[in-house]
C-alpha cells in the first residue's frame, strides 16, 4: 500500500507574515488527514514554516536546491542549508524551472543526487508539453525526463523519492488531465522505474498527479489506482481549498 501524499506548492507566494497567517489556519483543518501533507515554500519562509508546523502532521519542503555543497552560486542554495532549517522535502525539476531557468534532464539529476546525499526526499516532477503532447511524444518525454532524472540513484534511494506527474499545458491553467490520462500516462512512469530497478520497487514509488488539481477533481483523480497524491499550486494558496483537496475523501 503506498501512502497519500498532497504537497502544496506556494511557488513564489507568501511573505513572512502571510505564511503564518495561512499556516495557522491550515494546521487545525488537516491534523487528523490520513494523507501525508506536505507543505513546499519559499526560502524566505522556510523558517517561519517550520516554525508554525512545529509539532504537527504538515512536514515541511522547499522548491529547489542546488546541487554544489557550496561555493561561488550567487543566489542559490544547498542542501544542507535547507536540512539545517528543517526540511524534509524538496521539488526538483519543476516544469517552471525548466521552462523559465534553464533546468535540464541533467541538472535535475544532480539536484537529485544532491538532495538525497544530505538526507532530503525529492519530489521529482516530470510532464510533457501541449506540443508533445499534441505530436504524440508523452511516452518518449516522460521515459526520457524519469530515465534521466533516475541517473546512478541506488535501488536503496527509492523509498525516499516521490514523483510528480504533471502535464506542463494543465499547471496553473485551469485546465486537468482527465483522471483516467493521468493514470493511464502515470503507469508509463511506473512502468519505466520498473525497467530501471524492478517491478517491486515501481510498486512501491509514489507518484503524485499535478496540474490545476482542486477541492472539485481531488477525489476523481485520488480514486485512480495509479494516483498516489497531489502536487497543488493555486489551491495551495487558500487554507481551506488545500485542506479539501488533502481530505478529497471527505
Ligand atoms: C504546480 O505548480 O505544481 C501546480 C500543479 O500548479 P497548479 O495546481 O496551480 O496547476
Known amino acids: 500500500m503506498r501512502r497519500p501524499i498532497i504537497a502544496g506548492n506556494w511557488k513564489m507566494n507568501n511573505t513572512k507574515a502571510q505564511t503564518y497567517a495561512l499556516l495557522n489556519d491550515l494546521v487545525p483543518l488537516v491534523k487528523d488527514a490520513e494523507a501525508e501533507v506536505?507543505?513546499?515554500?519559499?526560502?524566505t519562509s522556510i523558517w517561519a514554516a517550520g516554525d508554525a508546523i512545529k509539532g504537527t502532521n504538515i512536514h515541511l519542503g522547499a522548491e529547489n536546491v542546488h546541487w554544489?555543497?557550496?561555493?561561488?552560486?550567487?543566489g542559490e542554495i544547498s542542501a544542507d542549508m535547507l536540512k539545517e532549517q528543517g526540511v524534509e522535502y524538496v521539488i526538483i525539476g519543476h516544469s517552471e524551472r525548466r521552462q523559465y531557468f534553464g533546468e535540464t534532464d541533467q541538472t535535475v539529476n544532480m539536484r537529485v543526487k544532491a538532495a538525497l546525499a544530505h538526507g532530503l526526499k525529492p519530489i521529482i516532477c516530470v510532464g510533457e508539453t501541449l506540443e508533445e503532447r499534441e505530436g504524440g511524444k508523452v511516452e518518449e518525454v516522460l521515459v526520457r525526463q524519469t530515465t534521466e532524472a533516475f541517473k546512478e540513484i541506488d535501488k536503496d534511494e527509492l523509498?525516499?523519492?516521490v514523483i510528480a506527474y504533471e502535464p506542463v499545458w494543465?499547471?496553473?491553467?485551469?485546465?486537468t488531465a482527465t483522471a483516467q490520462d493521468a493514470n493511464d500516462t502515470i503507469a508509463i512512469i511506473r512502468g519505466t522505474i520498473a525497467k530501471l530497478y524492478c517491478e517491486k520497487c515501481a510498486d512501491k514509488i509514489r507518484i503524485q498527479y499535478g496540474g490545476s488539481m482542486n477541492p472539485k477533481n481531488a477525489k476523481e483523480l485520488m480514486a485512480m489506482p495509479q494516483i498516489d497524491g497531489g502536487l497543488i499550486g493555486g489551491a495551495s494558496l487558500k487554507a481551506v481549498d488545500f485542506s479539501q483537496v488533502v481530505k478529497y475523501n471527505a
Not at 38 to 43: A, D, L, T
Not at 170 to 175: L, M, P, R, V, W
Open 170 to 175: 494543465a499547471i496553473g491553467t485551469g485546465k
Open 68 to 74: 554544489a555543497e557550496k561555493g561561488a552560486f550567487t
Open 38 to 43: 506536505v507543505i513546499c515554500v519559499p526560502y
Open 159 to 161: 523509498d525516499n523519492i
